[in-house]
């Protein structure tokens, strides 16, 4: 049976929309562009307070409907009100500031259709500042991303939402997007439809995304609490060192190292809010390390030099008084660098050390400030929970080898 004999099922395409003026013109255009002509168009905006919905009601197409929001609700609040108002067999999703080629549906639907498949999604490009990127990087083994989905849906997701096209009553089975999930709402969607269902996967790219740092894809804090969701919903499905390699890749990766050790223990605490105890983030990020560089020890003594040599005069405080403080002071004062003061924890033998200030943590107020641990090994990390329980944000550990 070919396509061009049967008649098209109407197709439901949903757009959540919150402040994207500058883009959201290019998502519609994208989807109203689509050979495929059978569709209607939910756009839901939650609560912009920019000028999106004016270039929303600037389109002139009968098959756009716009649903507002009477508050902020979140993406996936938005995709399930589209989804309440779908009239169409079919529901496909578009974001805001992405874009669709032009077959998109044409080519999706026909598999569906020719399949008698309950939903389909397609490798798409992720465009950011670095350039473009196919995603899945092998996008062009269909039996991995097809018979084998599950298997890798439990290591790692493939599917965006922007790339699924769905049949309406599987939500009946699957229920709606969680939203509860403030990212990897994707994700946490496709793993319960794919031990209900089976996903058909073109292998090719129809989706142009774009990673934006106005996204939510930015938010360090918003991952840790996903993740500890998909722990606590799906931790028998999913493989939990892969997942935790998502934290790791966003942190390990970030320019401030500085802060990953801070990272890690609130992280930790977000899991354990759940819960969660089986998993050791500090344990696994050092693991991960280790297997990377072959050598942990090496590796801390690479990220402490590099830190060290970052350093500049007064832009620092030196937490210590005692000998490896004062060794971690003459390699520093070799150098011309000086800290702007001793910090102790509470017993001040002395107001100046060396001619530089001494002050106790409680008397010390700046928590942006680096802080240059360099206490004895056996007190090091009560020392440094000490200062993330007070805001410090910036440490340096000095590495015991």
């Avoid at 073109?202 to 740092?213: D, E, G, M, N």
Wanted: aromatic fraction near 10%; glycine fraction near 4%.
């Amino acid at each position: 049976m070919k396509f061009d004999d049967i008649t098209e099922p109407l197709v439901s395409v949903v757009i959540p929309v919150y402040n994207r003026e500058d883009t959201v013109g290019r998502a519609i255009n994208s989807i109203l562009n689509q050979s495929y002509k059978n569709l209607e168009l939910i756009i839901v905006d939650d609560c912009s307070n920019d000028n999106s919905l004016k270039v929303i009601r600037e389109f002139r197409d009968e098959r756009i409907r716009v649903v507002e929001l009477k508050k902020n609700s979140g993406a996936n609040a938005a995709r399930n009100k589209g989804i309440m108002a779908a009239r169409g067999q079919y529901i496909a999703f578009q974001d805001s500031d992405d874009e669709w080629d032009e077959d998109k549906l044409q080519i999706q639907m026909r598999d569906m259709l020719d399949k008698n498949l309950s939903a389909c999604y397609c490798a798409h490009r992720l465009i950011d500042n670095a350039g473009e990127t196919i995603v899945p990087e092998d996008y062009e083994n269909k039996e991995k991303y097809e018979t084998g989905l599950i298997n890798v849906l439990a290591n790692y997701n493939v599917i965006s939402t922007q790339t699924l096209i769905i049949r309406k009553n599987i939500f009946e089975v699957i229920n709606d997007f969680d939203e509860e999930m403030p990212r990897l709402q994707d994700y946490e969607f496709a793993i319960r439809l794919v031990q209900k269902k089976k996903i058909g996967y073109i292998a090719q790219p129809l989706v142009s995304v774009y990673r934006t740092k106005k996204g939510i894809s930015t938010n360090s804090e918003a991952l840790q609490e996903a993740i500890a969701l998909l722990l606590m919903k799906h931790g028998d499905f999913l493989n939990k060192e892969s997942l935790i390699s998502l934290f790791l890749y966003n942190e390990l990766s970030a320019k401030d190292v500085s802060q990953l050790y801070v990272k890690c223990v609130q992280f930790q605490s977000v899991l354990a809010k759940k819960n969660i105890y089986d998993v050791n983030i500090l344990e696994y990020v050092m693991g991960h390390i280790a297997q990377k560089y072959n050598l942990v020890n090496q590796v801390q003594e690479r990220l402490y030099e590099h830190q060290m040599d970052e350093l500049k005069s007064d832009k620092f405080v030196l937490y210590g008084a005692g000998y490896v403080a004062q060794k971690i002071y003459k390699k520093l004062k070799d150098k011309c660098i000086y800290p702007r003061c001793f910090l102790v924890t509470s017993d001040k033998k002395e107001e100046r050390i060396n001619g530089i200030p001494v002050y106790t943590v409680k008397e010390w107020t700046d928590k942006e400030i680096m802080v240059v641990v360099g206490v004895a090994a056996i007190s090091q990390n009560e020392i440094i929970d000490t200062l993330i329980s007070k805001g410090y944000k910036h440490i340096i550990c000095y590495p015991y080898l």
